[in-house]
């Protein structure tokens, strides 16, 4: 007890130190890393900055492993991916220990919607809109990675996703600049704590740095080109946020910017994250995409990337084996000024130094720990809040739901219906995995009193029909259906670019077919991404979108399916009613041609062939119960520059049941000097509400809300008038008012 009380005082009171103290203390890390990189030769600085994949490493003797591990003895290695577990993590770490200088390896991981207990992918939790819950969600993931020796996560991904098209949004929280700021800052807290050091805790990446989610045509590791405008404004903010958050690394991303692959990109990692942001932590590559800047035609050959991505200020390989094999004779050759590759090794060393691994390598890969940590039911508990409040229900039509328990006929069919491995999606990265609860599982679990029939009626993808005779016949004789389809959890994510974002495979005759036995169909949406399902949106009499909702999705759909949860989600993303509406966001630059009276389109900005509108806009999301909005209150109607006004309006559950709305502001800046958006999220508030409950609901309105990046980049808010908007979808405003700006 003696030796554990000074920690225990030094740590509380670390967090309540004022900015200078904290700047002490960063010195003394500072102190620290100079003297030791006084000590270190240039291959050995250069080892630092090379992270080796530890999938040989670790696997079955090989020639490759052997030299692998011959690498990391020399202290040739800085960090590891893909190496994971107590047991590894400290056998690798003790490699490294042989080293001359001792120092130890960082060992990174895609720990992306958890580690054994899956959570929904993270497009799925953004739509819960849950800070808490979701930052819960990153802390459960870090508790579980970190007892597996892990020091770090390559997430979150803050990319901002508008194009569906691209298998990543799936990663992401979807397309709005604002909600993605707010899940991006709530994600690292989750993953890192309050500050680096906890062995309950990882450091975070804020990847892919920059504008990756902007892929022309949704093809992933395409070239994107974009105004600076446009990329200050929209794509920079969420990673300004994690910046702002503490987030210990970023990474860069696969695709060019406007010319320049970003993983050479001066602008961004030199010019804007550490000099306009200052950014203390360091910047991985992502997988190879140093080399990459060959096949790119930006780079002459593997030593010339290197040579362009360390001085750009990529400061760690990932993969890639060029720093390693070239940086060296850069430096000696005058083409890589040794003060770049020092700043690049002390971002890291710093890192290493945060989290204790000077103290004890070891401190985090105890497989006692692992054993006990993995096994917490809490996690499972945590994962089912979260899937619950990310599901959305999109259609309820005569409230078929929620279904009664008991007394009824349910006939559950379709390919998603009864498959563990869909309901994680993509990024399952633990070998110990936890065991999936099925739709099917959750229905027959939580409705003992209603007669469940099941038919898959095709395997995942629906390739064939034929099983789709059984299927319907299953479905005659219910009382009604409930439908799981989707795409397969290998659909979306990395290298997952559709064309065609439908139902794969025959899932729309299956739902036709079933569809014309007259019972009510109850369609559950499995998918990474918003899809497209006309036929089902119109003639389904409910839908649920689950995404892929993890380990604990089963349960969390019957939840909602028999009203033990109402359901509270909001899309995070518009779902478009065609792929020519691609990219899209209920955010769109105002028009001089703006559609005014969808009868009236010639000449107008429109479509001749389909409405301009989303067949679900961005923050849609319905109830079992309906929500009141009334009684605005703006408390001044003119504001001076800096102050700011407070907007306030009655929220009351009308409804018989008790529910959570999520309300929402936007706001429109009339006449500026770039044109703007027809309207921005700027602020959302989640209320729950018992049945005739009413409550104020508070915004505030500050210098920030009204601001944007002006032809210059520079952030301010313009003189004028600003539409304040609210409402309980961006195509659902209930109330509005007018602020003028002097
Ligand atoms: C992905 C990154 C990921 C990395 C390591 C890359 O292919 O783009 O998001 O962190 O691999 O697995």
Redesign the pocket.
Known sequence: MMTLKPMVVSVALLCALPALARDQIDKSVDVKVDALLAKMTLQEKIGQLHQLSGREATGPESAKRASQLAEIETGNVGSM?NVKGAQDTRAMQALALKSRLKIPLLFGL?VIHGYKTVFPVPLGEAASWDLEAIERSAQVAAREASAAGLHWT?AP?VDIGRDPRWGRVMEGAGEDTYLGAQIARARVKGFQGARLGSTDRIMATA??FAAYGAAIAGRDYNAVDMSLQQLYEVYLPPFKAAADAGVATF?NS?NSLNGVPATGSALLQRDILKGAWKYPGFVVS??ASIKEMVPHGYAADEADAAVKALNAGSDMD?EGEVYIAHLAQAVKAGKVPQKNVDDAVRRILRKKFEMGLFDDPYRFSDPKREQVVLADPQHRAAARDVARKSLVLLKNERNVLPLAKSGRRIAVIGPLADSKRDLEGGWVVSDVRGDVVTLLQGIRGQAPGAQVSYAAACAPGCANADGFAAAVDAAAKADVIVLAVGETWDMSG?AKSRTDIGLPGRQTELFQRLKATGKPVVAVLFAGRPMIFNEIADQADAILYAWFPGSEGGNAVADVLFGDYNPSGKLPATFPRNLGQIPITYAQTMTGRPVVDEKNIVYRSAYIDSPNTPRYAFGHGKSYTEFGYSGLRLDKATLRQGESATLSFELENKGKVAGTEIAQLYVRDMVASIVRPVKELKGFAKVQLQPGERRRVTFTIDPDTLSFFNGQLKWGAEPGAFKLMVGSASDDIRLDTTLQLQ
Request: proline fraction near 0%; avoid cysteine.
């Open positions: 991916l895609d390559f991904m990847k892919h990474m696969f992502d997988w990932m990395e």
